[in-house]
C-alpha cells in the first residue's frame, strides 16, 4: 500500500511537471523560439501557447529596444592626438531565430564592432572636426552597425557618444585659445559699437545743420514773402489813392487854372525840400505861359 501511494505520487508529480513544462506563456514584449530534438521548428509569439517537455526547448528572447554601453577607449584623431571617447548603442531584435543562431553574444560583438568602427572613423577627422561633428560621427556609426546586424536579426536604432575627451595639456591649450578669440570679439564688438555710436553722432549733427539751414531758408523765404506782400499792399493802396484822386479831379471837371494852380503848388513842394538840385518835369516856357495865364486870371476878378 505504501509503495502504491508512492508510486501514485511520484507519477502525480511528474504529471504536474510534465503539464507545467508543455504550458508555455509569452508576453508581448518577448518571442520564443522553439527546438524540437536540437533542431530549429519555430518561432512563438504573444500568448499562451503548447509545447512537448522534454522533446522541445524553448528559448525566450526580449524583442524591446535595449542599450549597450560601450566602455571608454583611446582613439588616434588624423592630426595624432589621443582622445578619450566612449558611447550607447541602442538596439532592437527584429528577428528573433537570427539572434539566437547567428551570433553567440550579441552584446559582447557589438561593443567590439562599435569601438573597431570608432577607430576608424576617428581616424579620418582631425580633433577640430571631431569635437564639431559628433552628429556626422553618430550617423556613420549607426549605419555601420546596422547593416553588420543586419545578419543576426538586430536593428540599431541610434547611436550616440557620451563624452570626447583630449588629453588635459589640450585642454588647457583649447580653453586659452577659447578665451582668447572670446577677449578679441569682445575688442571688435566694443570697437564697432564706438565706430557706430560715432557715425550716428555725426549723422545726428549734420541732419541738425541740414535741419537748422532749412528751417533758416524757410523763415528767409517767408520774410521775404511778407515784405514783398507789404510792397504789393503799399502799391495797391497808392494805385488806389491816385485812382481815387484822379477821379475825384475827373469828377470835379476842373478847369486850366485850375490845374495850373495846382501845379505851381506842387514845385513849391518840390523847392522846400532836402535835395540840392531841381529838375523840372516841363519845360520853362510852358510855365511861364501858365503864369502869365493866372496873373490875367487874378486881374479879372480884382476888376
Not at 30 to 56: C, N, Q, S, W
Not at 170 to 184: G, L, W
Not at 190 to 211: D, F, H, N, P, V
Amino acid at each position: 500500500m505504501i509503495f502504491t501511494l508512492v508510486v501514485l505520487f511520484i507519477l502525480l508529480w511528474v504529471f504536474l511537471i510534465f503539464i507545467t513544462r508543455a504550458i508555455v506563456i509569452v508576453r508581448p514584449y518577448e518571442a520564443a523560439v522553439v527546438e524540437r530534438f536540437g533542431k530549429y521548428r519555430k518561432t512563438l509569439y504573444a500568448g499562451l501557447h503548447f509545447v512537448i517537455p522534454i522533446v522541445d526547448r524553448v528559448i525566450k528572447v526580449d524583442m524591446r529596444e535595449q542599450v549597450v554601453d560601450v566602455p571608454p577607449q583611446e582613439v588616434i584623431t588624423k592630426d595624432n592626438v589621443v582622445v578619450t571617447v566612449d558611447g550607447v548603442i541602442y538596439y532592437k531584435v527584429v528577428k528573433a531565430e537570427d539572434v539566437v543562431y547567428k551570433v553567440q553574444n550579441f552584446t559582447v560583438a557589438v561593443i567590439n564592432l562599435a569601438q573597431t568602427n570608432l577607430r576608424n572613423i576617428i581616424g579620418e577627422l582631425t580633433l577640430d572636426e571631431t569635437l564639431t561633428s559628433r552628429e556626422i560621427i553618430n550617423s556613420k556609426l549607426r549605419l555601420t552597425l546596422d547593416e553588420a546586424t543586419d545578419a543576426w536579426g538586430v536593428k540599431v536604432t541610434r547611436v550616440e557618444l557620451k563624452r570626447i575627451d583630449p588629453p588635459r595639456d589640450v585642454m588647457e591649450a583649447m580653453h586659452k585659445q577659447m578665451k582668447a578669440e572670446r577677449e578679441k570679439r569682445a575688442m571688435i564688438l566694443e570697437a564697432e559699437g564706438y565706430r557706430e555710436s560715432q557715425i550716428k553722432r555725426a549723422e545726428g549733427e549734420k541732419q541738425a545743420q541740414i535741419l537748422q539751414a532749412e528751417g533758416k531758408r524757410q523763415a528767409q523765404i517767408l520774410e521775404a514773402e511778407g515784405q514783398a506782400k507789404a510792397i504789393q499792399l503799399v502799391a495797391d493802396a497808392e494805385k488806389y489813392r491816385i485812382l481815387a484822386v484822379f477821379n475825384a479831379i475827373k469828377e470835379a471837371e476842373p478847369t486850366g487854372e485850375v490845374l495850373t494852380i495846382q501845379y505851381l503848388d506842387a514845385l513849391r513842394k518840390i523847392a522846400e525840400g532836402q535835395a540840392n538840385k531841381v529838375f523840372f518835369p516841363v519845360e520853362l516856357s510852358k510855365l511861364v505861359a501858365g503864369l502869365g495865364i493866372v496873373g490875367d486870371v487874378m486881374n479879372v476878378k480884382e476888376g
